[in-house]
């Protein structure tokens, strides 16, 4: 984990995206900054990152890029629902709360039915009852198409087999598979298993590949595995304009992530530095860890006077949106040791004063 | 006119949008990769954006940047129009041609109606004459809004008069007033007048003010004149995927894109290319060149030898779309004064290979 | 309670749909059948319909009429909520289960949220928490209107009180309110109030008065209270296809429905067969029937030997779909004494042969 | 043709939309107000009406009744074309001129795309020529479907093989095929075809079959030849508010229309009266007559005081809308030759009175 940045340390764990952008990223964008290449994605680099993909997801796909993960998803989803088709998600999930209804909008209302279970993860048996109600009935919005996200909303991941298992009960009964893959690498790392593994091989039929989080500007990739979705997203893309002129400096963005392993390293990092925090917390008084963070968020609980010093103090962090006294930490592949370290000061001091 | 890029000469002039990008934008990005900043438009360097474009329009403004043209008009046109509503244009304007039905899509099916008219520009009578069609007739949609681009979709120019009596027909027909300006800064340059005069004072209620042709990656500036549009934009932009979370990045290009006029250098640059060309081009056998070209668009008549000649040297551009022997060229910030000589070298080379 | 028509039993108690019509409706029709009138409404009995339903509301309203419930809903949606609003409403109704997500079709996507509570009734303390949730934020849905049934899916009522104390809330926080009235009459009878005091005097801004169920063929009145509502009715009825050309043989429909009070009393019919239904199970053994059956909807529990008893014997009812054993029977204007009757017996019957 | 109706003559040739209905059509409903029957189109009658139409089209037919032609045309249309698609149309066309953007919103956002030619008929040498531009382009929306009007707007007829030609325009490149035959049966007895020559063995996907202008009240047959359309077309009337409760209603005036061959009966008799008008205008000072009038629209050049006459004697219909002096009249069923005589003793006083 690198530890040598001179700078202050970094105060805010609010959000992955309040981080910067990756040198390499940056520099890779100045390199193409001379020199004319076709437009739309039919240039050299477009094309080659669609190889590298395809390379890291040991098999052909087809690669859609756009700028933001509202995009990649609502793109993804509405090319697996008719207006009428029910999309199966968590309540936590992004898709339901944070993107202002756009999969509504880019299907022309397909309904989000949401499925409860535990750590922001759907589950598959309430799932499973779920998509046969009402089949077939005119009356009734009808499946379509599960959407989950790998890490999730709050840091947990789904393991190989419940992604598995959720692949197989959307081929079962006709429904497509998409994966808010935001936090991609870092669900990645910490799984310790390759992207097809993750994807493809368990079912995946289109995945919204982020790198915005992990050290791009503004750059996500949607990865379609279903060659029956591409001839549709090329249109969709355009149509909502996500499909950018000079692509060249979006696949420069994705091309400079993909190389030298710079996505699994900025992933690392970042995980690393939530579980630098979790083992700092582990034991104080006025402080409560749940076992196994394993992606870059931890939620803890904190005496509320500790809460108090630390934004006193200037940290910026969410807390009591998930109930009292719980507060959120997210790192970034931009969190170093010595920012972790900081913050952990500042709680054993607060930790400290706490009446005995 | 710069000519001191040591590079091979510019072979294409099929578009502006195969150019690269402004080195002054790139910097400006990398100044901004560490540190944090808050998301969505919330940073420090997005509100002096909103400052600067204040300044340069004479007057409070609202902007909401988003990473295409398509996007930018869309999201203005939507605004303007009920879905049951006329969105009046030029049949070959952009929005009528290249975008795939995005103000349809946006809108929730508005009709483009196209108003026909020399040099790409709609005829005002045939305009005024349009809207007093089955107005109230709940048979029929019904006159919303007026989109105009400047410059033209061809090079050509609407006068700030032009402008300004379109601007009244819509004031007095209580109609929303567009401007698609990919080419803003072209058109600006070339009247020699304020973006006030060409815009807000002529009636615009909303601008698509553009970057990315002019040097910047991908970045467009939607410009609001009138304040009932902003809540309705905030939502519309976010539900369609086009609020970045990392914003300073896009906000860092449109800033640098403002600062010491690299936009106004930028444009002059482009329009002097053109102009340099149609010099060029003037008195020689087998071309024929119609006056006044203003902006960064030139048309003209070759020889189909001359076309021939130019297509087997490698050089790229438009030809026969718009008519037997008709070519267009495109020149951009990045065409030099060497980059032009180098192409009339060759037509010079093919016409005197001409038979006599 | 009229008994006195010659024919089988009526055998059915699945829903008020599959009644036929009113002898007095279809009589109106015959009577238009000559001659020639004006399209689209502008004839002299649609005009009269307004003036009708004007006095019954006690005040000048708008009427527009419609051949569907689901279309009187989703237009009166659609016209209260941008693309990006919340419709608030109970996880039971017609609007969230029945209509194939028409109010997102007919809005461009808004969302619909449930708001729980008992007797198929929201809730109106966990509404008021609901719509304060994340307002003004732009990564959500914003809260547009509330919609309530009355009688409800479940044949409940909102008691005048209730009503208002919803529309205060509506009103407060600059919502509108929205009255799916299908079961309309059947509510107001069973109130014993009127038409003013259960709608706009409660605040409700636009009601879908329903006919059909009643004794139409196919007919409903989108009567709306809020004149900011009406142009843009106007279009939006047009374009979904419908504003019916004939439009004298809708207007027939209502005018008949009307006229003598035939829909008062058609309503009070189907409540007096399901109160006397609901006498008559009390108190017998494997029958538990709940207090307070006021509209023409009975939910009750039976053995599920009576059950199998009746549905042998030819009896169309629902049971077993919201918990076991539970049964529902739907009277309508066509339920006379004598069919009750001959069902009791039935049920009498199969109470006898139950195992002591 | 049938003269023998004792009532003042029919004063009004503004269309066919003013007339009543057919005696037998709202008999028909009369049969069917008591007893029960299942909902939603699941009852016998309306099997039956299916069986009919199978026979009438001489095979399997699907059916979907609604009660407006805009809905029938926007259900048809929106099956069959993606978002992002072209419907080709012609510019006269209902859909293009009188549905208040119904198809757009339909098939939220699909673009009308005019097709010119003579007599409201659109030219086959320019359908095929537009429709190969721009083929696969992202850019630009898709070539997905062709709809054309029979009878047309103006009373003119396509032939067997003008429709066949389309067809097989159609079939090769890929695109769905509707008729708006909102007069179908005017045009089936002027051409004396089989409604099978007219429709898929001429290569017709779909067909809007009207019959409220013909004497139903408000009734219309979405007939389907692709198997393809159905499962779609069920959820999309269902989510447009057009699937009827007591859809036997609706079903019994299409079964009453198709009866004892009432349709024809009706379409014979308005077409006769359109001819007797014509055929009386012959030779006439003042007058002159198009050859060929063949269903129940004609159109004629009248010297302004015969116009000017007979508005003061009451006559009603359109006038000046197509040119100088070209007036419009519309005969139906209703329609009597006492009806034409009265209208024609008129305009020969007029004649009479012109100055020498």
């Known amino acids: 984990m690198n530890v040598a940045i001179h700078r202050p340390p970094v105060m805010s764990f609010a959000s992955d995206n309040i981080a910067g952008a990756s040198p390499e990223v940056v520099q890779a964008l100045m390199k193409h900054i001379n020199g004319q290449a076709s437009a739309y994605g039919s240039d050299p680099l477009s094309q080659q990152v669609k190889r590298k993909l395809s390379e890291i997801f040991e098999r052909e796909v087809e690669v859609f890029l756009v700028t933001s993960g509202t995009a990649a998803n609502s793109l993804c989803l509405s090319s697996m629902t008719p207006p009428w088709g029910n999309i199966y998600c968590h309540p936590t999930s992004h898709i339901n709360n944070d993107e202002c209804g756009a999969p509504a909008f880019f299907s022309d209302g397909a309904k989000l039915l949401t499925i409860d279970g535990p750590s922001a993860k759907l589950d598959v048996e309430r799932l499973r009852a779920r998509i046969c109600e009402k089949l077939g009935d005119v009356h009734t919005t009808q499946p379509a198409c599960v959407s989950i996200t790998q890490a999730t909303e709050v840091g947990s991941l789904y393991t190989l087999d419940e992604i598995s298992t959720i692949g197989e009960v959307c081929k079962t009964n006709g429904l497509g598979f998409h ?5 991609f690498a870092n669900a990645l790392v910490a799984l310790d298993c390759t992207p097809a593994q993750m994807t493809w091989k368990a079912g995946v039929d289109a995945l919204s590949f982020g790198a915005t989080k992990n050290g791009a500007l503004a750059a996500e990739a949607i990865v379609l595995f279903n060659p029956a979705l591409v001839t549709e997203m090329n249109y969709r893309r355009k149509r909502s304009g996500h499909l950018l002129s000079k692509m060249r400096f979006l696949s420069a963005q994705i091309d400079a992530y993909l190389t030298d392993d710079l996505w699994l390293r900025n992933a690392r990092q970042a995980n690393a530095a939530a579980q630098r ?3 700092g917390l582990v034991g104080l008084r006025g402080v409560k860890v ?3 963070t394993e992606a870059n968020i931890l939620f803890c609980k904190l005496d509320p006077a500790i809460i108090d010093a630390l934004l006193k103090a200037g940290f910026g962090f969410y807390h009591d949106r998930w109930g009292p ?8 592949f931009a969190t170093t040791a010595v920012d972790v370290d900081y913050l952990l000061g500042e709680i054993r001091g607060a930790v400290d004063r706490l009446p005995g």
């Open 179 to 183: 994966m808010d893959g935001s936090r």
């Open 277 to 279: 925090l979790a083992r």
């Open 290 to 292: 749940p076992d196994g």
């Open 325 to 332: 006294n719980v507060v959120r930490f997210v790192t970034s």
